[in-house]
């Protein structure tokens, strides 16, 4: 038993040590308020499950040690126990407790998380449109009335709320250092909040395994201050094409692209599906919805 | 189709080597069979028989070869994702392979080796003499193999499912998934759970039907409790997998539109109904674990079971919760804060009788003269072990946090953590437990116990790396990753730890082949002085299991009959009644792996054809009329003075 503890440590220590020492991990490393509440809870559960963790390891340890046939002597008959109410009760309740304080934890988490960050309730968000295609990401800015693919610009310090949907399978859109993650699917919108504290470039990926590129679709999150970003949705309009029907669907069918900027985004002609939850073709407004139905369905159908 | 789409081994060497050694293993075994003259003992001692205890092995043979299969999956995946950028899988093939793993341990492997375990074991501990329907035990039993064999095919034939073993839509649809690989999800699984399903109501039977005079539900054993209370589930939890593979099956091959993108179908649907069926599933494995646990536990520290009528309460109110919970697999589907709360909580409620159970366990051990024994040593090692998975599993419920752990290496690390100690120490205990029972000896204790060391080592070293990778942002299913992620030296960690695994399990089954040759065999019938009924009887068991059916009058009778120098068994010898063997079961199980197969490549005609054979096995049944047959007074007793021998 104890080579076991002694060698379990020891693996304990090594893999702590590997990754440790370069860099913090990516989840305990927020960069934005929704980060930092998600880091904040793991912490604390981290700590309460290392609690229990410590109270069995010493019973279990106290058992093995104390009570060994070889310790006993041969002609000890071990009692019978029926079972005490008392011990059962006090494992039942403190067990009950500790799932009552993590329930109020999770609940206040929960919708921290899915609102708009406090202190920014105020703040005019910045809606961003993220839908997956087969293995890349499009970034659509109605407000700006640009589009970038596998890459995202936002500016620090304001709420944005990105609205996930999916041209395809179900992926799953998530920037770890800013914010926990969410489905992005066919035929519904999901929203996720968040806001950036600090410059910086952080990893996005799709978390949700969604066919054979699944590996390779991930973007670039780029937080920048205001004035940045005032100045590259400037230079976007100035500079990049504009992204016409036909190349957007030439762009949905291909398996994987670079970084793309336009001019123009895919909302005009390709609108994104209409309210959460429920799937209802017919609620789609208006002529362009119904030939955008039947666009995608002939891609389906090629792919 | 294409016949190079039919025969997809042509494409890659490791299939094809795979195919070949399929093959060659097949005709070794037909040679082999032949040349020995087998064919005949093979037909009716194994695949006609009704008798529970053949009918267990034969699931736990076929669990031990699913398990090879599967490890050797889960090698070729650790062995892929050890450095960056590794080439030794494409990415089809590692998809093929993450999926077939999932499938094969949990419903090929975990599962027949906990059925197979209760179908050797339960009868024996409630005294009875079989099952309550036996033929329709043959029945469940063909139907499983012939879904494993049909999953197994899938590999070199036509190509196995690869939208992970959770298939969800639409990627599992026709349009994203074109092979016939989740055609073969959608059969296999429904073949072999239909099987499963017929299990469930079979054992509720003889539990509640079945049990020895005096037994009365409070004076069963914790493992028959925790297999009446696991059937239960299997009961209400099946039907919704049969349901939901039966509208995957129509959507894929029939053209109808429940899970699909267009035309009103609902992708959500899919994930619930999957996960309303697959969260009772996991604590199919696991509370059948807790009862082998328990066993092992209270006979190796030679006391009794502590907290009895809790261990029971808690199981009752797991398996309760079980059914509530199945929305903590995907929080990130946008329900909002209300419905994500209510499962939280739901799901940390959990912890409260599962914490129950662990503190009964030590205060089992609490006064108690342990001895440490290979089964013993697993149910040991599993107490600190699994209460790491069961902790990590209540921060994984809570909402908010699973954001971020969602789809991450920490969630795999998670559910290893909780299968590995829980389900697979379980069934390798109880078969090292349980093995002289069946068998006649026991395993070398000194290979067991390498073989422990080497696989509880090994684990831990295979799957803590993974807790961290996940909160380093590396996401499950990932075929390839790139250098800077940084995630190489752990994933090569695991990879050493997988490979250590691989070492233990070869050690276990060398140990079987040993101690066939080596080891001395126990007369005793109860080599570890034990508590439950089954020991009462002789090793290996006789056909009708009990001379006499004994009658309980306590929990652990047989226990305190020894103590007390009391007879266990009164009365005089009977003739008994038994079932009969039969090739039904067989031939309905080789009539439904053809009709699977051909429905996978939609040859209808062929399929209408297996499908009338499988309808004929069921008339004949119907038409036949078998009573059994009886074994006389002078049979029991010649065969009891065998089994005896100088013992008494």
């Known amino acids: 038993m104890k080579i076991k503890w002694a060698l379990l440590s020891l693996i304990f220590t090594i893999t702590t040590v590997l990754t440790g020492c370069d860099q913090p991990l990516l989840v305990l490393d927020p960069k934005g308020p929704q980060a930092k509440t998600l880091s904040d809870t793991i912490i604390f559960s981290m700590v309460i499950m290392a609690g229990i963790l410590l109270v069995v390891y010493i019973l279990y340890a106290y058992m093995l040690t104390k009570y060994r046939a070889s310790k006993m002597g041969e002609d000890y008959e071990p009692p019978h126990e029926e079972g005490s109410h008392t011990l059962e009760i006090i494992w039942t309740l403190i067990p009950v407790i500790i799932v009552v304080v993590l329930s109020v934890v999770t609940v206040r988490s929960t919708s921290d998380v899915e609102a708009v960050p406090k202190g920014y309730e105020e703040d005019k968000p910045l809606v961003i449109y993220a839908s997956s295609s087969n293995w890349k990401w499009h970034f659509s800015y109605p407000e700006e009335g640009i589009e970038t693919v596998n890459y995202v610009n936002i500016p620090t310090d304001r709420p944005v709320e990105f609205r996930l949907y999916s041209h395809g399978p179900i992926s799953s859109f998530w920037i770890p250092q800013l914010a926990g993650q969410k489905y992005a699917m066919n035929a519904m919108i999901n929203e996720l909040n968040l806001v950036a504290d600090a410059p910086g470039s952080y990893i996005g990926k799709n978390s949700n395994f969604n066919g054979k590129g699944f590996a390779h679709m991930d973007f670039e999150a780029q937080a920048m201050t205001a004035s940045e970003y005032v100045q590259w949705v400037e230079d976007v309009k100035e500079t990049a094409p504009k992204l016409s029907e036909k190349e957007f669907n030439s762009l949905l069918e291909i398996d994987f692209v670079g970084r793309k900027t336009y001019s123009s985004n895919h909302l005009t002609f390709s609108p994104p599906p209409v309210g959460n939850h429920g799937h209802n073709p017919d609620e789609k407004d208006g002529k362009d919805a119904s030939e955008d139905e039947s666009n995608s369905h002939e891609e389906h159908n090629q792919h | 189709m294409k ?122 501990q409630i005294g009875a003499r079989d099952v309550a329907f036996p033929r329709l035990n043959a029945v469940s039993f063909w139907l499983f193999a012939a879904g494993a064999a049909l999953l197994n095919i899938s590999f070199v034939i036509g190509g196995s499912p690869d939208a992970g073993w959770t298939a969800y839509f639409p990627l599992a649809s026709l349009e994203y998934s074109p092979t016939v690989g989740n055609n073969y999800y959608s059969l296999a699984l429904q073949i072999s759970g239909i099987g499963t399903l017929m299990t469930g109501i079979n054992f509720i039977v003889t539990i509640l039907k079945m049990r020895a005079p005096g037994m009365t539900l409070m004076k069963m054993p914790m493992f028959t409790w925790s297999v009446l209370i696991t059937n239960v589930i299997i009961v209400f939890a099946f039907p919704v997998l049969t349901v939901a593979l039966a509208l995957m099956m129509l959507d894929r091959q029939f053209g109808t539109q429940f899970f699909t993108m267009s035309n009103g179908g609902m992708d959500m649907l899919w994930a619930n109904l999957f996960w309303v069926w697959a969260h009772p599933e996991v604590y199919i494995v696991i509370l059948p674990a807790f009862g082998i646990y328990s066993e092992i ?110 789809n991450t290496m920490f969630l795999v690390a998670h559910f290893h953590y909780v299968l590995i100690p829980g389900t697979v120490f379980a069934v390798i205990a109880g078969f090292h437990y349980w093995y002289p029972k069946v068998f006649g000896y026991q395993l070398n204790e000194r290979l067991g116990k390498l073989g422990f060391w080497l696989i509880t080592i090994s684990f831990n070293v295979a799957f803590m790396p993974l807790f961290i990778l996940g909160l380093n942002g590396m996401t499950r299913r990932m075929y390839t990753y790139s250098e800077e992620t940084g995630f190489g030296p752990l994933n090569m960690l695991s990879f050493v730890g997988a490979l250590g695994l691989a070492l233990g399990f070869i050690v276990l089954v060398y140990n079987i082949y040993w101690s066939a040759r080596y080891s001395p065999r126990d007369t005793s019938g109860d080599p570890y002085d034990a508590r439950s009924p089954e020991w009462s009887t002789h090793s290996p068991v006789p056909v009708y299991n009990f001379a006499i059916v004994p009658t309980i009058n306590s929990l652990d009778a047989f226990w305190y009959a020894k103590k007390n120098k009391a007879p266990f068994f009164e009365g005089k010898y009977e003739p008994i009644h038994m079932p009969s063997n039969s090739g039904q079961p067989f031939l309905m199980g080789v009539a439904f792996c053809f009709w699977g197969f051909f429905m996978v490549f939609s040859w209808w005609i062929p399929a209408i054809i297996s499908a009338l054979g499988i309808f004929a096995t069921m008339i004949y049944r119907t038409f036949e009329r078998d009573h059994g047959y009886y074994i006389s007074v002078e049979e029991i007793e010649r065969t009891e003075n065998a089994l005896r021998g100088d013992k008494q």
């Open chain 2, 297 to 406: 536990i209270s006979t190796f520290a030679r006391k009794n079971l502590y907290g009895y009528k809790s261990m029971v309460v808690s199981m009752v109110a797991i398996s309760l919760l079980s059914f509530l919970v199945w929305a903590h697999h995907f929080y990130t589907m946008g329900q909002g804060v209300m419905a994500n709360s209510i499962f939280s909580i739901a799901t940390m409620a959990i912890a409260v009788p599962t914490g129950v159970k662990m503190f009964n366990w030590l205060f089992t051990l609490h006064k108690g003269k342990i001895t440490f024994t290979t089964p013993m040593l697993y149910s040991l090692a599993f107490i600190p072990i699994f209460t790491i998975g069961g902790v990590t599993g209540v921060m994984l419920g809570m909402a908010s946090a699973d954001y971020q752990y969602h």
């Open chain 2, 3 to 124: 016949w190079d789409e039919f025969f997809v081994f042509t494409h890659d060497p490791m299939l094809f080597a795979a195919m070949i050694s399929i093959v060659l293993g097949g005709l070794a075994i037909f040679v082999g069979l032949t040349y020995f003259k087998k064919w005949g003992y093979l037909w009716t001692e194994w695949l006609t028989t009704v008798d529970h205890k053949r009918i267990g092995v034969m699931y736990i043979l076929v669990a031990l070869v699913m398990l090879f299969r599967g490890g050797v999956d889960a090698l070729l995946m650790r062995a892929q994702s050890a450095v960056p950028e590794n080439g030794l899988l494409n990415a089809q093939h590692y998809n093929e392979i993450f999926t077939t793993h999932g499938l094969l341990m949990i419903l090929f492997m975990a599962m027949p080796f906990i059925i197979g375990l209760m179908n050797v074991i339960i009868p024996l």
